[in-house]
């Protein structure tokens, strides 16, 4: 099993700019989630899904969409980057919040 | 509000001694908690876990403490080796469903 992947490991964006961080794992995994993780903090939940078809909203949404139109992949898309979205994502999967989270190896996006 | 902090950003522990890293947490109706570590480049792994109907579980070389009546968190790393060294985190898991993570604490082994 690969586990949990991400794509891009590293993307530098202008702002204004959109893009799409991808998110797959091959555990057959219900739960997904993304987080942020800035310099000095902990993990802060972005947005989560229970299920293929179902999403919903963490502590920091705002900004950033998703979709789960698979069990396996759970994209994070920035609709216009801004400078505060500077920083490191992981995403994670799991058979549920109750469970062992999986996580990426991580994106670390840089906007300008 | 759901909380979790933690009482130290960092410790040293000397090679061979025992760690204990230590996490508060605000939410009563939390009721699963798990400790992460997180070395340097890399995602969070998981530790050890322990659900509100338990006091102490224990793994390989660690054990986690849970005292719900002072809502604390405990993560102790017997005969800590230079591979312990990382940032560990405390996460919750409350009503709401979501899993909230504490700031962390950078465990440092000195040789």
């Known amino acids: 099993n690969a586990g949990v992947t991400q794509t891009p490991k590293f993307q530098v964006l202008k702002t204004g700019q959109s893009m799409t961080l991808q998110c797959a794992q091959d555990?057959?995994?219900?739960?997904m989630s993304w987080y942020r993780q800035d310099p000095g903090m902990g993990l802060r939940l972005i947005h989560y899904?229970?299920?293929?078809?179902?999403?919903d909203q963490g502590e920091v949404p705002n900004g950033y969409n998703v979709s789960r139109s698979t069990t396996e992949d759970f994209p994070l898309r920035l609709l216009s980057a801004a400078p505060s979205q500077t920083s490191v994502y992981f995403c994670?999967?799991?058979?549920?919040?109750?469970?062992?989270?999986?996580f990426g190896p991580g994106t670390r996006l840089t906007v300008l | 509000g759901e909380s979790v902090g933690l009482h130290l950003p960092t410790l040293s522990v000397q090679e061979g001694d025992n760690s204990i890293i230590n996490c508060a947490y605000s939410n009563s109706a939390s009721d699963y908690f798990i400790w992460y570590k997180q070395e340097s480049g890399k995602g969070p792994q998981f530790i050890i876990d322990i659900r509100s109907n338990m006091d102490k579980r224990q793994g390989q070389r660690v054990t986690v403490l849970l005292n719900k009546t002072v809502k604390h968190l405990s993560l102790q790393i017997a005969a800590t080796q230079p591979g312990d060294s990382a940032v560990y985190f405390c996460?919750?898991?409350?009503?709401?469903?979501?899993?909230?993570f504490g700031t962390g604490t950078r465990l440092t082994i000195i040789p």
């Open positions: 994670a999967s799991s058979y549920g919040t109750r469970y062992e989270q999986f």
């Open positions: 555990m057959n995994h219900e739960y």
């Open positions: 996460a919750e898991v409350g009503g709401n469903e979501k899993l909230t």
């Open positions: 899904s229970v299920g293929a078809g179902i999403t």
